[in-house]
């Protein structure tokens, strides 16, 4: 494979690890020189909001400067925000506005930066001479090796080291990502300038109204409403289930630590049906590919659902990982293809800030339904949600039809409804 993806898929890799590290390390370091569990909750709530607001307007900006440049920027906000917190701590000491602060400053980078790769993804096809398909599946793959190890590293760091010694590890990974992008020519990040001449005079020069073009791209492709609609109800329903109902089930189950094994299992499904999805993503109708994962995401969350035992649990989740590799690369791959070139920032930024806006959304309604009225209705009611999300999507019309468009593949066509 040549230097392009391989740099890529690394970068990507060492930032998603990082946050993941970061994800399990920092409140756990919170916990430890403050003593307050109420700031690890205040900590969450301070970022969540600016890195939903950075998500949709950093979008602009990544639609005006070249891409590699972006994300370059963005790991080195994140390295920088991580890094401050230990030289704080060796001046004046550590407390809980430091931490927030940084937090806020760090959330700058974490979307932007997702947003900024995923923008990058179709110079990173036309210049590394890779299938879309092999590059989304190999994404994926690497992806949930990352959110297996991270978990780990970040337990496995806080019991080697202190915590100013672990801020240092993340904050590298985040450096360490930045310099490997720097591998890609500068040139494989320019956007493309290709419309036709009356596109290219529509460009509006606002930001608010470029943002707003962005949107009125997104919402009005029944495409990429429906695929972003079926996105949001699985970050849903994951988010519910691995965040309170099977952490609440192993807990009243006397088995907390199968909770780690079963996110495992999930883990280990992704990696394989990303794999899978590199390997032959090309052969055969991609209409198979969309309802094979569909389906099996179905299947898997109604296995999880039943609550049956703890084997049934760890069975499904493995289903859920291996359906959703499926699902995932080839929602990545129809992004490649669907999305406008001069618009992906907007776009994405706007996709990626509701997905991590969601969340707290599946977690809300699972602790609400479970307080109120059981814990196995809270995990049906989240199995219902996907299925309604699942027949929809299988039913749409704009999905129907998922094969490669003839000509260019950034969808440039204005008002084009896909």
């Known amino acids: 494979m040549r230097l392009v993806p391989v740099a890529y898929l690394a970068s990507y890799t060492l930032s ?9 390390a920092l409140p756990l370091i919170v916990l430890q020189m403050t003593g307050s569990v109420l700031g690890m909750g205040a900590l969450a709530a301070a970022t969540a909001v600016p890195a939903v607001l950075a998500g949709l307007f950093m979008g602009v900006v990544i639609d005006r400067i070249n891409r590699r440049t972006s994300s370059v920027l963005t790991d080195l906000v994140s390295a920088a925000a991580i890094a401050a917190l230990p030289v704080v701590d060796l001046i004046t000491g550590l407390n809980l506005g430091w931490f927030i602060l940084f937090g806020i400053i760090g ?5 932007p930066g997702l947003t900024a790769r995923d923008a990058l993804l179709p110079a990173i096809v036309r210049h590394g001479k890779v299938s879309s398909e092999r590059l989304m599946g190999m994404r994926e793959s690497l992806g949930a090796v990352a ?6 590293a970040a337990g496995t760091l806080m019991v080697l080291f202190d915590g100013s010694t672990v801020l240092w590890i993340t904050a590298a990974t985040s450096l360490l990502a930045a310099l490997l992008t720097l591998l890609i020519p500068h040139r494989v990040g320019d956007i493309a300038r290709d419309l036709p001449e009356a596109d290219a005079d529509a460009v509006p020069a606002s930001g608010w109204t470029q943002l707003r073009e962005g949107w009125r791209v997104l919402f009005r492709s029944r495409f990429l409403m429906a695929t972003t609609l079926l996105s949001l109800a699985s970050v849903v329903v994951l988010a519910a289930l691995q965040a309170l109902v099977l952490p609440v089930y192993f807990t009243l189950a006397d088995q907390p630590g199968m909770l780690g094994y079963v996110l495992t299992a999930l883990a280990a499904g992704m990696l394989l049906g990303g794999g899978s999805y590199a390997l032959f993503g090309t052969r055969g109708r991609r209409r198979w590919w969309f309802v094979t994962g569909i389906v099996g995401t179905t299947v898997g969350f109604a296995v999880v659902a039943t609550l049956a035992s703890v084997w049934v649990v760890f069975a499904g989740a493995f289903v859920v990982g291996l359906s959703g590799g499926l699902f995932s690369s080839l929602v990545g791959v129809l992004m490649i293809e669907r999305i406008p070139e001069q ?7 706007t996709q990626n800030s509701m997905m991590t806006a969601a969340p707290p959304l599946g977690i809300v309604i699972a602790a609400v339904i479970t307080e109120f009225v059981s814990l196995d209705a809270a995990a049906i009611t989240l199995a219902g949600v ?6 929809v999507g299988l039913l749409a019309r704009s999905l129907r039809n998922l094969e490669r468009p003839e000509g260019p593949s950034t969808g440039t066509q204005r008002g084009r409804r896909w």
């Open 147 to 152: 959110m297996l190890i991270g978990p780990a």
């Open 107 to 111: 959330s700058v980078g974490d979307v």
């Open 16 to 24: 998603l690890l990082g946050n993941s590290i970061a994800g399990i």
């Open 343 to 349: 618009m992906r920032g907007r776009v994405m930024g």
């Open 386 to 391: 996907w299925l309604v999300a699942a027949v």
